[in-house]
C-alpha cells in the first residue's frame, strides 16, 4: 500500500509543471499569465524533451485564446524552442501552435508567429520542410480568413530554396493566388514579400512566373498594393540582365513615377539611389534622371522633400565621365527651384543634403553655382532650414578653401550666431573651433571673438553651456598664451556680475579651461577669482565654488592644496546651506583620496 501511495506521488509530482501552469494561465490576472508564458523554457527544461513534446507543446496548441500580449510573448517564446524538444529532428512538434498563432486577428501576433516559423522552418531538413512545413503553408493559403493568407506570405522565400522541383511549381502557384487575392490586405501581404521571394526563384521562373505578378501589382486598384510593388522593384532589377530590366521593370518603373497616389510616387522618390544602383548607368542616364527631375517638382511637397533627400547620394552615383554635365544641366535647375519652394520641410531637406554637391562639382562650380544657394538657406525664414546648412558647412571647406568661405558666407553666420532660435545659435558655437581653426588668431579676434563672449551670457543654459567647451576648444586651438592675453581676464570679470548665473558661467569656464592651461594660469588667475566667489551670497555659486576646486586639484601641488584650496573648503564645510556643506565635504574626501 505504502509503495502504491509513493508511486501515486511520483506521478502527481511529474505532472506538477503542467497542473502549474494550467492555473496560472487561467488567472484572471494578466501579468501573471504573461509572466507563466516567459518561464516556458524553464518549465520544458524541467519536463525534458520527451513530455515537452508529447505534453506541453499539445496543451499550448489547444489553449490559445488569451490576451495578444500573453500570445505575443508565446510565439516569441516558441521560435526558441527547438532544443528543448529535441533538436531539428522534433522541430515539427512546434509546427501547431504557430500556425495557431499566424491565424488570429492582431497583426503584431502574426508577424512574431511568423517569424519564429521561419526560425523553425529553417531548421528544418529538406525532407522534413516538404512533410511537415510545406503543408501548413499551403494550409495558411487556402485559409478562410485573410489572417492565414497573409500569414503564408512570410513563409515562401523559407520554403523554396530547399524542396523539389514539383513543389516548388505549386509553391509560386501558391503565391499567385495569393497576389490575386480579393482582399487587398493579403494582396499587400504579398506584394510586402515579393522582392523576397525573387531573391530565391530561379532566373527563368523570376521572368516567366513574377515578373507579371510584379507589373499586375504595380496596376493595383489599392495604392497600399503599388507602393509595395516599388520596393519590390529593386530587388527584381537587380536580379535581371540589363536588356530585361529594360525591357521588364523599366516600363512600371515609368508609370510608378506618374502614379495617381502621392504615396507610391514617395515610395519612388524614396527607393530612388537603390534603382539607381539596381539598374545601372545607360538605364539612369536615359530614364531616371527624366524621372528625377519629375519627382523634384512633384506637386506634393512629401515627395519633392524625399526627392531632395536623394539629391547628393544620386550625383554621386552618376558615372564620373558624365557626372558634371548631367548634374550642370539637369540637376541642377530643380534643386535651385528647391531652394526657394513654398514648402518648409522640403528646403530643410534640401538643406541637410546640397553640401554635399561641392565636392562633387568642385571649387568652380561651387563658387559660381552653389554658393549663391547656400547663402540664400543661411537667411531663409525657417530655423530648421538655417541649422541644416549650418551643420554641414564643414563639407565645403576643403573644396573652395576658407578665405572664400569667409568671404562669401561669414557674414551670414556672424549674424546666425545671434538668431532667435536658440538651436541655430547652437549649431554655430559648434562650428565655431574649426571655424576659428582655420581663420587664425588674428581673424578670430577682430571678427568671431566678441561673438564668443556674447554666447557666455546668453539666456538659454545650453548655449552658455556650449560656449564654455568652445572656449576650451579654441584655447586648445590657438594655445595658453594667446587665451591669456585675449579671453582668460575677460571671463574672469564676470565674477563681478549682478546676475549670479554669469557668475556660475564664470566658474564653469574655469573648470572647462583648467584641462588646457596649466597649472600657472590657475595658481595666479583662476585661484584668486574662485577665492572671492566662495563668499558668494547665492548658495548655487557657493557649492559650485567646492565642485571647482575639486576639479583643480588634480593639477596643482600639495602646498597649493594645502595654502589654498584647503582653507577654502574648510570654510566651505561650515557653510549655513546644507548643499554647500555637503559638496565642500564631498571635495575634501575626493582631494584626500586623490
Same mark, same amino acid.
Given at each position: 500500500m505504502a509503495a502504491s501511495t509513493s508511486g501515486d506521488k511520483a506521478a502527481d509530482d511529474s505532472l506538477y509543471p503542467i497542473a502549474v501552469l494550467i492555473d496560472e494561465l487561467k488567472n484572471e490576472d494578466i501579468q501573471l499569465r504573461l509572466n507563466s508564458i516567459k518561464?516556458?523554457?524553464?518549465?520544458?527544461?524541467?519536463?525534458?524533451?520527451?513530455?515537452?513534446?508529447?505534453?506541453?507543446?499539445?496543451?499550448?496548441?489547444?489553449?490559445?485564446?488569451?490576451?495578444?500580449?500573453?500570445?505575443? /510573448?508565446? =510565439?516569441?517564446? !516558441? &521560435?526558441? +524552442?527547438?532544443?528543448? *524538444?529535441?533538436?531539428?529532428?522534433?522541430?515539427?512538434? #512546434? %509546427? @501547431?501552435?504557430?500556425?495557431?498563432?499566424?491565424?488570429?486577428?492582431?497583426?503584431?501576433?502574426?508577424?512574431?508567429?511568423?517569424?519564429?516559423?521561419?526560425?523553425?522552418?529553417?531548421?528544418?531538413?529538406?525532407?522534413?520542410?516538404?512533410?511537415?512545413?510545406?503543408?501548413?503553408?499551403?494550409?495558411?493559403?487556402?485559409?478562410?480568413?485573410?489572417?492565414?493568407?497573409?500569414?503564408?506570405?512570410?513563409?515562401?522565400?523559407?520554403?523554396?530554396?530547399?524542396?523539389?522541383?514539383?513543389?516548388?511549381?505549386?509553391?509560386?502557384?501558391?503565391?499567385?493566388?495569393?497576389?490575386?487575392?480579393?482582399?487587398?490586405?493579403?494582396?499587400? /501581404?504579398? =506584394?510586402?514579400? !515579393? &522582392?523576397? +521571394?525573387?531573391?530565391? *526563384?530561379?532566373?527563368?521562373?523570376?521572368?516567366?512566373? #513574377? %515578373? @507579371?505578378?510584379?507589373?499586375?501589382?504595380?496596376?493595383?486598384?489599392?495604392?497600399?498594393?503599388?507602393?509595395?510593388?516599388?520596393?519590390?522593384?529593386?530587388?527584381?532589377?537587380?536580379?535581371?540582365?540589363?536588356?530585361?530590366?529594360?525591357?521588364?521593370?523599366?516600363?512600371?518603373?515609368?508609370?510608378?513615377?506618374?502614379?495617381?497616389?502621392w504615396r507610391v510616387r514617395y515610395m519612388v522618390a524614396e527607393k530612388f539611389t537603390g534603382l539607381q544602383k539596381a539598374v545601372g548607368p545607360e538605364i539612369t542616364k536615359t530614364d531616371l534622371v527624366p524621372a528625377f527631375q519629375y519627382l523634384l517638382k512633384d506637386t506634393e511637397a512629401e515627395v519633392r522633400a524625399s526627392a531632395a533627400t536623394k539629391v547628393t547620394e544620386f550625383c554621386a552615383n552618376l558615372e564620373k565621365s558624365s557626372q558634371e554635365q548631367i548634374i550642370m544641366t539637369s540637376i541642377l535647375p530643380y534643386v535651385k527651384e528647391l531652394v526657394a519652394d513654398p514648402n518648409q520641410h522640403v528646403k530643410s531637406a534640401l538643406a541637410s543634403v546640397i553640401m554635399g554637391l561641392s565636392p562633387i562639382l568642385g571649387r568652380n562650380n561651387t563658387i559660381e553655382h552653389l554658393l549663391q544657394l547656400f547663402l540664400i538657406q543661411l537667411k531663409d525664414e525657417w530655423p530648421e532650414v538655417r541649422l541644416n546648412i549650418i551643420s554641414t558647412l564643414d563639407c565645403i571647406n576643403d573644396v573652395i578653401g576658407i578665405q572664400q568661405l569667409s568671404q562669401s558666407l561669414l557674414p551670414a553666420i556672424v549674424e546666425l550666431a545671434e538668431d532667435s532660435k536658440w538651436r541655430v545659435r547652437l549649431a554655430i558655437i559648434e562650428y565655431m573651433p574649426l571655424l576659428a581653426g582655420q581663420l587664425g588668431q588674428e581673424y578670430f579676434n577682430q571678427k568671431l571673438r566678441d561673438l564668443c563672449f556674447n554666447w557666455l551670457n546668453d539666456h538659454v543654459y545650453a548655449i552658455r553651456e556650449a560656449a564654455t567647451l568652445n572656449m576650451k576648444k579654441i584655447v586648445q586651438t590657438f594655445g595658453t598664451q594667446w587665451a591669456e592675453t585675449n579671453i582668460i581676464n575677460q571671463i574672469l570679470v564676470m565674477y563681478k556680475n549682478n546676475n549670479y548665473l554669469h557668475r556660475m558661467t564664470c566658474l564653469f569656464c574655469i573648470n572647462a579651461l583648467a584641462d588646457v592651461v596649466g597649472a600657472d594660469i590657475i595658481m595666479r588667475l583662476f585661484l584668486p577669482t574662485i577665492k572671492v566667489l566662495s563668499t558668494d551670497p547665492v548658495a548655487n555659486v557657493r557649492f559650485n565654488v567646492a565642485k571647482t576646486l575639486q576639479k583643480l586639484s588634480p593639477f596643482l601641488d600639495q602646498a597649493a592644496i594645502d595654502e589654498h584650496v584647503k582653507p577654502i573648503l574648510e570654510k566651505l564645510n561650515t557653510d549655513t546651506d546644507v548643499d554647500v556643506k555637503y559638496f565642500a565635504s564631498e571635495a575634501m574626501v575626493g582631494i584626500a583620496a586623490a
Open positions: 518561464k516556458l523554457s524553464t518549465i520544458a527544461l524541467a519536463l525534458g524533451e520527451e513530455r515537452t513534446r508529447t505534453e506541453l507543446i499539445p496543451f499550448l496548441t489547444e489553449t490559445i485564446y488569451d490576451e495578444d500580449e500573453v500570445l505575443l /510573448a508565446l =510565439a516569441e517564446q !516558441l &521560435g526558441n +524552442f527547438t532544443a528543448l *524538444v529535441g533538436g531539428p529532428d522534433y522541430a515539427m512538434y #512546434l %509546427i @501547431p501552435p504557430l500556425e495557431s498563432l499566424a491565424t488570429v486577428e492582431e497583426t503584431v501576433v502574426r508577424d512574431k508567429a511568423v517569424e519564429s516559423l521561419r526560425i523553425v522552418a529553417a531548421q528544418h531538413s529538406a525532407q522534413d520542410l516538404e512533410v511537415h512545413v510545406v503543408p501548413t503553408l499551403q494550409r495558411l493559403v487556402s485559409g478562410d480568413w485573410f489572417t492565414s493568407r497573409t500569414s503564408a506570405c512570410g513563409l515562401f522565400s523559407v520554403c523554396y530554396p530547399r524542396v523539389s522541383a514539383a513543389v516548388k511549381a505549386e509553391l509560386r502557384n501558391n503565391f499567385r493566388q495569393l497576389c490575386q487575392d480579393e482582399t487587398p490586405m493579403v494582396r499587400r /501581404a504579398a =506584394a510586402g514579400k !515579393l &522582392g523576397e +521571394f525573387a531573391k530565391v *526563384v530561379e532566373l527563368e521562373y523570376l521572368k516567366s512566373d #513574377l %515578373i @507579371p505578378m510584379f507589373v499586375q501589382m504595380a496596376q493595383d486598384d489599392q495604392d497600399s498594393v503599388r507602393l509595395l510593388a516599388v520596393e519590390a522593384c529593386v530587388s527584381i532589377a537587380q536580379l535581371l540582365p540589363q536588356d530585361d530590366v529594360e525591357h521588364s521593370v523599366m516600363p512600371t518603373l515609368r508609370q510608378c513615377v506618374n502614379d495617381s497616389s
